[in-house]
T-cell receptor, first 114, second 113 residues
Framework: DTGVSQDPRHKITKRGQNVTFRCDPI?????LYWYRQTLGQGPEFLTY????????KSRLLSDRFSAERPKGSFSTLEIQRTEQGDSAMYLC????????????FGEGSWLTVV | EDQVTQSPEALRLQEGESSSLNCSYT??????LFWYRQDPGKGPEFLFT???AGEEKEKERLKATLTKKESFLHITAPKPEDSATYLC??????????????FGTGTLLAVQP
């Protein structure tokens, strides 16, 4: 079990630039989630994949955000035309359906928009 | 709308001083209640899942309990390494496939030697 892996761990970008985060879930976990967390708050749900299908998107996910999970393996979260309000930690999590209900989180990707 | 409220927001304990963290929740039907530990700058680390009222789970100095309206995380004789933010989350049982977690804002625990 290598855990949920996220890359990059930290990203500083200028306002208006595009950024992309990658998530590699735990092997054989077919459910994948993206969350966003700001300082002093709990994680907030952004979107959910079952295999390659994106089944739910939060109202928090504006048109500037897009997530993909080609072939049901790794996932990417892209933010276009970043704004200072996008500064947060972006967390990826995965879950295996067959063997329990636990959702495991990665270490997160910190985004700072300057 | 599902709600999760954690209290206190912050708690400072002396090493060895036992205490409890509270998580109260409002959900249509509870599929599971989760406790996570989060260290600064890191992702949440899974601790426990509780599924039904009356259920209890233990891990080292931590014990989680569940009622129909709230959950408690009891910390017995804490050590400085127990210092972290403890997050509570609920998973609603509405028959959908997502089973996403709804988190509270956490309790920041500081244990002083």
């Amino acid at each position: 079990d290598t855990g949920v892996s996220q890359d990059p761990r930290h990203k500083i970008t200028k306002r208006g630039q595009n950024v992309t985060f990658r998530c590699d879930p735990i092997s054989e976990h077919n459910r994948l989630y993206w969350y966003r967390q700001t300082l002093g708050q709990g994680p907030e749900f952004l979107t959910y994949f079952q295999n390659e299908a994106q089944l739910e998107k939060s109202r928090l996910l504006s048109d500037r955000f897009s997530a993909e999970r080609p072939k049901g393996s790794f996932s990417t979260l892209e933010i276009q035309r970043t704004e200072q309000g996008d500064s947060a930690m972006y967390l990826c999590a995965s879950r295996e359906v067959r063997n329990g209900n636990t959702i495991y989180f990665g270490e997160g990707s910190w985004l700072t928009v300057v | 709308e599902d709600q999760v409220t954690q209290s206190p927001e912050a708690l400072r304990l002396q090493e060895g001083e036992s205490s409890s963290l509270n998580c109260s929740y409002t959900v249509s039907g509870l599929r599971g209640l989760f406790w996570y530990r989060q260290d600064p700058g890191k992702g949440p680390e899974f601790l426990f899942t509780l599924y039904s009222a009356g259920e209890e789970k233990e891990k080292e100095r931590l014990k989680a309990t569940l009622t129909k309206k709230e959950s408690f995380l009891h910390i017995t004789a804490p050590k400085p390494e127990d210092s972290a933010t403890y997050l509570c989350a609920v998973q609603e049982n509405y028959g959908g496939a997502t089973n996403k977690l709804i988190f509270g804002t956490g309790t920041l625990l500081a244990v002083q030697p």
